[in-house]
């Protein structure tokens, strides 16, 4: 690990000052301090922001709001959370160890970087790391990688499963830089690769991220998060699914489906929800509207199942949510 400076801020303004002066923000640490052991990250100054404000769980008639520095076991926990959002409790359990549940920040779990081999190997071709050095896992081992979003400069998947569900549930990410507060739909805020992969959100350096928003919507109550994965913990998606489902009197009225572990980004499944609206709850809709699930998907070599694998993913997850009482 290379030298760094380490200093903590005492409030939003010495947080924003310390990242203005090329810091970075750190909290839970279970990413950065692992991409600088492996001298994938040389920041040559971190600011620990723990003693900020955001700690706050806050669930009303309209919305969620998560604080930043929400630790991931904490948010899996709330009672609340878990009878209104099941989906995110889910995403959330189904993420990790439980070691690094309890360190882990929500904040920090939006901002972690990609799991792909490539990016984590100094001395493999990557554009993520060192743009226009090439992407290695294009001609490489790339059974892990994206199959939806993806780009001649990187296939990287978006590791996290919370962001998967907060796609799906039209979350918005709450931020404060020395102009104030801003919010960005997470839909907004994670960036496909195109030409540009070393940007990954849409946030400026010195932006810190102080929460995250959801609304509530009748559907949130009936949700739920579906994780495939080579084994059963401490492993990331080969593909998952986040679905919330609003039925009344045999009827889809409203749903909502997003999938991880095949995306550059998390990916929201338009044309899968468009399919279920209005139409009788059944076996047979689950498998038609799932059947839109890889639509527009590029495959590699090694990753081509991943378009069937999707498909059933959602497919079972639509059953099994459509199920819940």
Not at 26 to 35: E, F, K, P, Q
Not at 70 to 83: K, Q
Not at 101 to 113: C, D, E, P, V
Not at 194 to 214: N, Q, Y
Request: one cysteine or more.
């Amino acid at each position: 690990m290379f030298p760094f400076q380490f200093t903590k801020a005492s409030d939003e303004a010495s947080a924003l000052a310390a990242a203005a002066s090329g810091a970075r923000y750190i909290a839970g640490g279970t990413t950065l301090i692992d991409l600088m052991r492996e001298t994938v990250e040389r920041p040559g100054a971190v600011v620990d922001i723990n003693a900020l404000p955001y700690r706050d769980i806050d669930l009303q008639p309209s919305r969620l709001r998560v604080g930043s520095l929400v630790r991931m076991s904490e948010l899996a926990a709330h009672p609340g959370v878990r009878g209104q959002f099941p989906v995110i409790a889910q995403a959330l359990e189904l993420s990790a160890s439980a070691q690094i549940r309890n360190m882990a920040s929500i904040g920090g779990n939006l901002m972690q970087r990609p799991r792909c081999l490539y990016f984590r190997d100094v001395s493999a071709a990557c554009n993520k790391r060192t743009p226009g050095s090439g992407c290695a896992a294009i001609a490489g081992r790339n059974r892990t990688h994206a199959i939806l979003g993806t780009s001649d400069a990187c296939v990287a998947t978006h590791p996290s499963d919370l962001a998967v569900a907060l796609v799906a549930l039209d979350a918005q990410v709450v931020t404060r830089d020395r102009n104030g507060e801003g919010r960005i739909a997470v839909t907004d805020f994670f960036r496909r690769p195109g030409g540009t992969p070393d940007r990954e959100h849409s946030l400026s350096p010195d932006t810190l991220i102080t929460g995250i928003e959801v609304p509530v919507a009748a559907e949130t109550r009936r949700s739920g998060y579906l994780k495939v994965r080579d084994r059963e913990s401490f492993e990331f998606a080969l593909a998952s699914a986040a679905v919330a489902l609003d039925i009344a009197a045999g009827t889809v009225r409203a749903a909502r489906v997003a999938v991880g572990g095949v995306g550059t980004v998390p990916w929201r499944l338009p044309a899968v929800e468009q399919a279920l609206v209005g139409r009788a709850a059944g076996p047979d809709l689950w498998r038609d509207a799932a059947s839109h699930a890889a639509d527009g998907a590029k495959p590699l070599s090694e990753n081509g199942f991943k378009v069937e694998l999707v498909k059933r993913t959602v497919e079972r997850q639509l059953a099994t949510v459509a199920g819940l009482s």
